[in-house]
T-cell receptor, first 114, second 114 residues
Framework: GAGVSQSPSNKVTEKGKDVELRCDPI?????LYWYRQSLGQGLEFLIY????????KSGLPSDRFSAERTGGSVSTLTIQRTQQEDSAVYLC????????????FGQGTRLTVV | AQSVTQPDIHITVSEGASLELRCNYS??????LFWYVQSPGQGLQLLLK??????LVQGIKGFEAEFKRSQSSFNLRKPSVHWSDAAEYFC????????????FGGGTRVLVKP
């Protein structure tokens, strides 16, 4: 596609429910990154993929968070048993490779846990 | 570990005046440095980047930044600000050895007075 696409753009969920956030990277980009932007913590790295594998998951805040990427394209970030502190904007970015340092960001998914 | 500091949380500038946003980084090797801009409700847009070579880099929208290794700084400048430059600006450092994941500063919000 023309740019990085994320869906949904907004999600309101009840505490304790599971949510899935989707990212469609730019076609042909092998590297994909997830970041979280929240008032208290700023912009934080969560995880990145090279192809379908995730060499660095160090930013995932807890074992309630997981992500996968299939076919070297679409990625899904899953948050289980959501908590209010999970409320944030989740941003996805992609780049041609991990060696190509220009990352293009999507518009983000605003998650609100009530 | 890499880190980025943006000392100014808010800056107010008059339209037509010059703007300088400060960024200091900490990283053991030669970093890749970036400035991103985020308008309200939008994703992150890359303004400019520094990998190596000329320490003064030109970006989009009339912005430039200068890398000063001795000061561990990468300050962003614009000679004459337009009302449309009101946004939040993020400095980031990336490291090839870390999959080029980005570490962001806390951001500087720029307000433009008529």
């Amino acid at each position: 596609g023309a740019g990085v696409s994320q869906s949904p753009s907004n999600k309101v969920t009840e505490k304790g429910k599971d949510v899935e956030l989707r990212c469609d990277p730019i076609s042909g980009h092998t590297a994909l990154y997830w970041y979280r932007q929240s008032l208290g913590q700023g912009l934080e790295f969560l995880i990145y993929f090279q192809g379908n594998s995730a060499p660095d998951k160090s930013g995932l805040p807890s074992d309630r968070f997981s992500a996968e990427r299939t076919g070297g394209s679409v990625s899904t970030l899953t948050i289980q048993r959501t908590q209010q502190e999970d409320s944030a904007v989740y941003l996805c970015a992609s780049s041609q490779t991990v060696d190509n340092t220009e990352a293009f960001f999507g518009q983000g998914t605003r998650l609100t846990v009530v | 570990a890499q880190s980025v500091t943006q000392p100014d949380i808010h800056i107010t500038v008059s339209e037509g005046a010059s703007l300088e946003l400060r960024c200091n980084y900490s990283y053991g090797a030669t970093p890749y440095l970036f400035w991103y801009v985020q308008s309200p409700g939008q994703g992150l847009q890359l303004l400019l980047k520094y990998f190596s070579g000329d320490t003064l880099v030109q970006g989009i929208k009339g912005f430039e930044a200068e890398f000063k290794r001795s000061q561990s700084s990468f300050n962003l400048r614009k000679p004459s600000v337009h009302w449309s430059d009101a946004a939040e600006y993020f400095c980031a450092v990336g490291a090839r050895a870390a999959g080029n994941k980005l570490t962001f500063g806390g951001g500087t919000r720029v307000l433009v007075k008529p």
